[in-house]
């Protein structure tokens, strides 16, 4: 992150330079541009087109084409200084970011089933952002087989978020009401937040929209007993038709922000039906490599500095953990305090009679013949009495 805030602090020298540069070669051209229009109409008026120019004429116009050569200098000088920026932002960049990342790479991890992984993460991606023609190309140069009802449901949102972005709510209400009762099962108030807006949307036109509003308010009779407060709100809205909601103490009905809320309630809710994540795995991967990145190639140089390469051979595992926040927190998972391992299926958490957790790897590395004494507590027990948990 501390090599992005650099590379973008000189990427904003260089935008402000090139921003003050444009509004000085627009000003001193424009003066030029006068200068020289008054000195042409002032010739015409004294001289003629044919007359000769007197010996103060003469003057006034080599000081005029010297006035000029300077300009151009200047605007040259002052160009040439951008390049100089220029060129110091892709030694920013150079400075800050290693250019080749090879060397975290681990030879042979992907595999005929990863690649087949990737090129099907890769095909859902491109289905989520809507784009469909470079999905179905790389399904035919990959070779994968992509069943065409996958395609489907992303073609449908994407053309319901498309149509929320213009605020048009039509698509979104018709395909809530479609999947009203999954909704309600899932505790979603995307359909009530939907006509909520579409009923906004009637406030704004004022009186002309007010039997269409009352006739509209109907369909908020299925959330009554969830939403009675903001069904209050939007019927006592109705009172300041006539001067206006914009003018009433209802104003905070038409904050913009809400269009945003609801295209992300709408992926959510919607990606929840179809079983999926609401984030791209993808792009989800591709975050988590950015912040780990840096870290994996310094403990790198730092392993073939020492000469310890043998420390990093496992495909499934690396040598340090990597904090990628806690936005990438899915699920718990458990480290053995004894070996420092994370758990895995084969090496399952093992919950002792005591009520510690240790891993079944060091469970078996710690019993001496029938007993096994807690690292934790005195306490003494028999290994076979204690049990696999699951996080």
Same mark, same amino acid.
């Not at 310094?298 to 904090?323: F, H, M, S, Y």
């Given at each position: 992150?501390?090599?992005?805030?650099? #590379?973008?602090?000189?990427?904003?020298?260089?935008?402000?330079?090139?921003?003050?540069?444009?509004?000085?070669?627009?000003?001193?051209?424009?003066?030029?541009?006068?200068?020289?229009?008054?000195?042409?109409?002032?010739?015409?008026?004294?001289?003629?087109?044919?007359?000769?120019?007197?010996?103060?004429?003469?003057? #006034?116009?080599?000081?005029?084409?010297?006035?000029?050569?300077?300009?151009?200098?200047?605007?040259? @000088?002052?160009?040439?200084?951008?390049?100089?920026?220029?060129?110091?932002?892709?030694?920013?960049?150079?400075?800050?970011?290693?250019?080749?990342? !090879?060397?975290?790479?681990?030879?042979?991890?992907?595999?005929?089933? @990863?690649?087949?992984?990737?090129?099907? #993460?890769?095909?859902?991606?491109?289905?989520?952002?809507?784009?469909?023609?470079?999905?179905?190309? +790389?399904?035919?140069e990959s070779g994968l087989s992509v069943d065409p009802s996958q395609k489907?449901? %992303?073609?449908?949102?994407?053309?319901?978020?498309?149509? +929320?972005?213009?605020?048009?709510?039509?698509?979104?209400?018709?395909?809530?009401?479609?999947?009203?009762?999954?909704?309600?099962?899932?505790?979603?108030?995307?359909? %009530? $937040?939907?006509?909520r807006l579409y009923f906004i949307s009637l406030l704004m036109g004022g009186?002309?929209?007010?039997?269409?509003?009352?006739?509209?308010?109907?369909?908020?009779?299925?959330?009554?007993?969830?939403?009675?407060?903001?069904?209050?709100?939007? /019927?006592?809205?109705? &009172?300041?038709? $006539?001067?206006?909601?914009?003018?009433?103490?209802?104003?905070?009905?038409?904050?913009?922000?809400?269009?945003?809320?609801?295209?992300?309630?709408?992926?959510?809710?919607?990606?929840?039906?179809?079983?999926?994540? &609401?984030?791209?795995?993808? !792009?989800?991967?591709?975050?988590?490599?950015?912040?780990?990145? *840096?870290?994996?190639?310094?403990?790198?140089?730092?392993?073939?500095?020492?000469?310890?390469?043998?420390?990093?051979?496992?495909?499934?595992?690396?040598?340090?953990?990597?904090?990628?926040?806690?936005?990438?927190?899915?699920? @718990?998972?458990?480290?053995?305090?004894?070996?420092?391992?994370?758990?895995?299926?084969?090496? *399952?958490?093992? $919950?002792? #009679?005591?009520?510690?957790?240790?891993?079944?790897?060091?469970?078996?590395? /710690? %019993?001496?013949?029938?007993?096994?004494?807690?690292?934790?507590?005195? /306490?003494?027990?028999? *290994?076979?009495?204690?049990?696999?948990?699951?996080?």
């Amino acid at each position: 992150m501390d090599q992005c805030v650099t #590379v973008e602090r000189e990427l904003e020298k260089v935008l402000h330079k090139f921003a003050g540069y444009g509004q000085l070669c627009e000003r001193g051209l424009e003066e030029l541009i006068d200068y020289t229009g008054g000195l042409k109409h002032e010739i015409l008026q004294s001289h003629g087109q044919d007359a000769e120019l007197s010996g103060t004429l003469s003057l #006034v116009l080599t000081q005029c084409c010297k006035r000029i050569k300077d300009t151009v200098q200047k605007l040259a @000088s002052d160009h040439k200084d951008i390049h100089s920026s220029v060129s110091r932002v892709g030694k920013a960049i150079d400075k800050n970011f290693d250019s080749d990342i !090879s060397s975290v790479g681990i030879d042979g991890c992907w595999q005929a089933d @990863s690649q087949r992984l990737l090129n099907e #993460v890769m095909v859902e991606h491109f289905f989520r952002q809507g784009m469909l023609d470079v999905a179905e190309e +790389l399904c035919q140069e990959s070779g994968l087989s992509v069943d065409p009802s996958q395609k489907e449901p %992303f073609v449908e949102l994407n053309r319901i978020l498309e149509a +929320l972005k213009v605020r048009v709510l039509r698509p979104a209400l018709e395909w809530a009401v479609s999947n009203r009762e999954m909704l309600i099962a899932q505790n979603s108030s995307l359909e %009530f $937040k939907l006509h909520r807006l579409y009923f906004i949307s009637l406030l704004m036109g004022g009186t002309t929209n007010q039997r269409e509003a009352l006739q509209y308010a109907k369909n908020f009779q299925p959330f009554a007993l969830n939403h009675q407060k903001d069904i209050q709100v939007l /019927m006592g809205s109705l &009172v300041y038709l $006539k001067q206006g909601i914009e003018n009433s103490p209802y104003v905070h009905l038409l904050d913009a922000n809400q269009w945003a809320d609801i295209c992300d309630i709408f992926t959510r809710d919607a990606c929840a039906l179809l079983g999926l994540s &609401v984030e791209s795995p993808l !792009s989800v991967s591709f975050s988590a490599g950015c912040v780990a990145l *840096p870290a994996l190639i310094n403990i790198k140089a730092v392993i073939e500095q020492r000469q310890c390469t043998g420390v990093w051979n496992q495909k499934d595992e690396l040598p340090i953990e990597v904090d990628l926040g806690k936005k990438c927190w899915y699920h @718990s998972i458990f480290a053995c305090p004894i070996l420092r391992q994370q758990t895995t299926d084969n090496n *399952p958490p093992m $919950k002792l #009679v005591c009520g510690h957790i240790i891993s079944r790897d060091a469970l078996n590395k /710690m %019993f001496n013949g029938s007993k096994l004494k807690c690292p934790y507590c005195p /306490m003494e027990q028999s *290994p076979g009495d204690a049990k696999q948990i699951f996080f």
